[in-house]
């Protein structure tokens, strides 16, 4: 299984600020995936990143607000542009190991960045 | 389209005693089928999954899960909770075919001791 590092693992923005979300795997993966998670409630898709590709926003997510990088096989970055109290909460860095996009392998997360909006 | 059903909140269940986490799905062809288990400030770690075959697939930890097709379950079984069970439990469902997992609205597990 695939080992995820995600920085930072928590911080507290002011409002109007941007952050940045690192994603660091050990391992060469074909899909990563982006979710928002309420404190204790569902994960919600931002957005499926392949590298060479542009990301795919879900519906409600755009790329304005949540720019996405995936320079490598092994790296992606999520940005949190212009924020505000509405954008508190858990971010989570998913990958998916199988090489297409209908492996039945699951997908494995990292440890998540608890973002507080002042 | 794909959804999951996660019709619990919360769960109580005794030290020792039986778990069953409940999970109901809904796919037009067959599903890929997964438990996850998320833990305070942690990201969710992926506990078993069912593709095909024995409708009874086990996994990390001691749990293991039914597959139903004519009741489009998937509930999550423990024959003796222990305390650190404690968690937020999520089941997924991937059409076969589709890109994107669909995961459950989760269910909090609180083992008593």
């Known amino acids: 299984s695939a080992v995820i590092s995600q920085k930072p693992s928590r911080d507290i923005c002011q409002r109007g600020t941007s952050l940045t979300i690192q994603c660091q795997v050990d391992s060469q993966v074909t899909m990563m995936f982006w979710y928002r998670q309420q404190p204790g409630q569902s994960l919600t898709l931002i957005a499926t990143a392949n590298q060479g590709s542009e990301a795919t926003y879900e519906s409600g997510f755009v790329i304005d607000k949540f720019p996405i990088s995936r320079p490598n096989l092994t790296f992606s970055t999520l940005t949190v542009s212009n924020m505000s109290p509405e954008d508190s909460s858990i971010y989570l860095c998913?990958?998916?190991?199988?090489?297409?996009?209908?492996?039945?392998?699951?997908?494995?997360f990292g440890d998540g960045t608890r973002l507080s909006i002042l | 389209a794909q959804s999951v059903a996660q019709p619990e909140d919360q769960v109580n269940v005794a030290e020792g005693n039986p778990l069953t986490v409940k999970c109901t799905y809904s796919v037009s062809g067959n599903p890929y089928l997964f438990w996850y288990v998320q833990y305070p400030n942690r990201g969710l770690q992926f506990l078993l999954k069912?593709?095909?075959?024995?409708?009874l697939v086990k996994g990390s930890y001691g749990f293991e899960a039914e597959f139903n097709k004519s009741q489009t379950s998937f509930h999550l079984k423990k024959p003796s909770a222990l305390v650190s069970d404690s968690a937020l439990y999520f089941c997924a469902v991937r059409d076969k075919g589709y890109q994107k997992v669909t995961f459950g609205t989760g269910t909090k597990l609180q083992v008593i001791p």
């Open positions: 998913s990958v998916a190991t199988g090489i297409t996009t209908t492996s039945n392998q699951p997908q494995h």
């Open positions: 069912y593709i095909t075959g024995d409708n």
